[in-house]
Every structure is written in C-alpha cells, then in structure tokens.
C-alpha cells in the first residue's frame, strides 16, 4: 500500500554568506523555517532482486531520472540499509519549482519518509544520524527537511541544529516570474566579495566578509533564542519590530532580533542588482508605513521567491492584492511549528 507524505516548504529568516572555501562551498549561517505550504509524495515499494526506481509528477519542469532529489535520497537509503526494492515516486507539485523554497529538498526527506513507513523501517538511534548524512550528500539544505520548525543551518546550510519553534505566523510568499541562478547568485557575490566593478562602487562591500560576519548572526541567533515566554495570543497591534508597547513579542524574538539589528539575507545584495524588481517586490511585502506592516521581509534563499510576515490573514491578504495589482503572484500559509511539522508529515492532503 502507498505512503504519502508532505513535502513542505522553507525560508530563510537571516542569511550571511561568508567568502569562498578551498573546497568550493561558502560558509553559511541561516535559520531556515518550515511553513504549512507543501507539495504532496507518494511512495510504493516492494522488495525486490535488484533497485528499480521510477517517478511520475503533475509538473514537466521536475527532472524524472537521477537528477531527481527523491530519487538520489532514496537509491542512497536503500544501498545504506542494505535493501533492494522496486520503488514508485509521485511527486504532485504544489511548490514553485526552483523558487528558493527547498521545494526538491524537502520532496527528497519526503520521499525517504515514505519509504521508511512503506517499508516498515526501524528508526533507531543510528538510522537518524545516518539520515542526517545521506540528507547532506543530496544537498546542502536537504538535512533541515529531518528537524522542522525553525532550524540553525551552519557551514554550508546542511549543518543543522532545532532551535526555539517561533510563533505561529502568517506567511505571504510572493512567486514572481522569473529565474534565479542559485550558482550564479553565488558567483555575483565572489565578484561583489573582489570589488568587481560590475556592481558599481556604491554596491561594494566596505570589507570583504570573513568569519566575522558569520559570527554576527550567529549571536543574533544565539540571544534570540535564549529568551523564553512567548504571548499566549496577540490582541494588540506590535511596532515595526514586531514588539508592542506592553513588552509582548508577537514576532518572536528571533524575528524582532533580525529587525532590531537589520540583518537579513545577504543575497539580495546582487539578486537584486540583476532582478531589480525583486526588490520592489520587497518593498510591497514591507508594506512600511500602513497598517498591513510586515513583521518581517526578505528574499528566500537566493530566490526568486521573497516572502513577509504578518500579524494576521487581513493584513496578509491585502497586501496579495497589490502585489497581483503589479502582476505578481502570491499565497498564503503560516509558519509550521516543529510539532506540527511531524504530526502533518505523513498525513495526505
């Protein structure tokens, strides 16, 4: 019998990229979120002489051979455990395709979830720390997909640690029209880490970023969490930074702490000089100055998706309308609690 399971998305709150690494990834420290929005993964297998791997999706755009995230988490699961199988894989696409929301990531820890449930898989202490291995040789932010909630992303990003679920919020994700490069993005930042005139002196960094600026974020991170008592429920209107006159933090405080120091993601730095309206798209998100300010908003990981964080589903909803007023699409979702995360995983729908 089939398992399905959900396949959700990621942000980003806060990305700082360090400089290039001998061996060819760069230093990152994020925190990634997982939100309700997810596509769906069904998996079918039946032990076998020999692996066969097979995927069908609703979406031409997802590769159906190797190159498939689901398909490399699941060929590396069975070799690791020592299996063979038949296996079927059908992924229904909800997510944005290459949008900078982990959408094929999360279709791999997915795929590898089903399996284990299709199979009847032991999860013991080991095959949890060798899921986190297998996550990390299928992709950098493949490995977050196996905490959910609200996740510490060291080194390259697979590096990943739980932190203090935040409070549930709403979630605009504005998914406009146009291709972001994640390996060029990167490139653009090298050149901007160089002083490469290609940006423009007033685009350059003052200093070139270092272990410093990983450092700077991780202690943002790091005093964030430490605090403790989130509001029972909001019932008041909170200040830019999320924080109303009475102390309350309806943000959370991780989210008020990237507001309070203006630390965000580092990539809109040359996303943005390649895709300027991205950042008019960041601008509507903001919503600065009305009554629909966002708590929060930045691009998500190196794109093109950008999101905001809002007090409710009205304030949310009225900035959709104006962002599809300038022909970008959006949806709506909320930030998925770790406990949420693993209570929904393998429920379809």
């Known amino acids: 019998m ?10 980003n709150l806060g990305l700082a990229i360090g400089r290039p690494r001998p ?11 997982t939100l309700a929005a997810h596509d769906l993964v069904t998996v079918s297998a039946t032990p076998g002489a020999q692996t066969k791997i097979g995927i069908t999706t609703n979406d031409a755009r997802v590769p159906t051979d190797g190159r498939n995230t689901a398909w490399k988490m699941v060929e590396l699961a069975l070799a690791a ?48 720390a ?16 196996l905490i959910g909630g609200t ?8 590096s990943v640690f739980p932190l203090p ?33 290609e940006f423009g002196t ?6 070139k970023p270092d272990s410093d600026t990983l450092n700077k974020l991780s202690r943002v991170y790091a005093g964030a969490c430490a605090q403790v008592g989130f509001p029972a429920e909001a019932v008041a209107k909170a200040d830019s930074s999320g924080v109303l006159p ?38 509507i998100l903001a919503a600065v100055g009305t009554p629909e300010e966002s708590f929060y908003a930045s691009l998500s990981g190196s794109g093109s998706s950008l999101f905001g964080l809002y007090q409710g589903r009205e304030q949310a909803e009225a900035v959709r309308l104006r962002l599809g007023a300038s022909g970008v699409d959006a949806f709506l979702t909320h930030t998925l609690p770790r406990s949420v995360y693993w209570s929904e995983m393998l429920s379809a729908g």
């Open 81 to 128: 455990l020592g299996c063979t199988a038949a296996v079927s894989i059908h992924i229904e696409k909800r997510l944005p395709v290459q949008g900078g929301l982990g959408a094929g990531s999360a279709n791999a820890v997915a795929a590898l979830l089903a399996l284990e449930a299709e199979l009847a898989l032991p999860i013991t202490a080991d095959w949890q």
């Open 151 to 158: 996740v510490l992303g060291l080194d390259r990003g697979q």
């Open 165 to 197: 679920d935040q409070p549930s919020l709403c979630c605009l994700v504005a998914t406009p029209a146009v291709g972001v490069s994640t390996p060029q993005a990167f490139r653009d930042w090298d050149a901007l880490c160089d002083v490469n005139v």
């Open 130 to 145: 060798e899921r986190l291995r297998l996550a990390a040789a299928v992709g950098s932010d493949v490995p977050l997909f």
């Open 23 to 33: 061996d060819g990834f760069h230093g990152l420290v994020t925190a990634y979120q």
């Open 2 to 11: 089939a398992v399905t399971a959900r396949s959700h998305a990621k942000i």
């Open 246 to 283: 009475t102390g309350q933090d309806l943000a959370g405080p991780l989210v008020s702490a990237l507001v309070r120091t203006g630390i965000g993601n580092d990539f809109e730095r040359t996303v943005f000089a390649r895709h300027p309206f991205l950042s008019e798209i960041k601008r």
């Open 202 to 207: 007033e685009n350059k960094l003052t200093q």
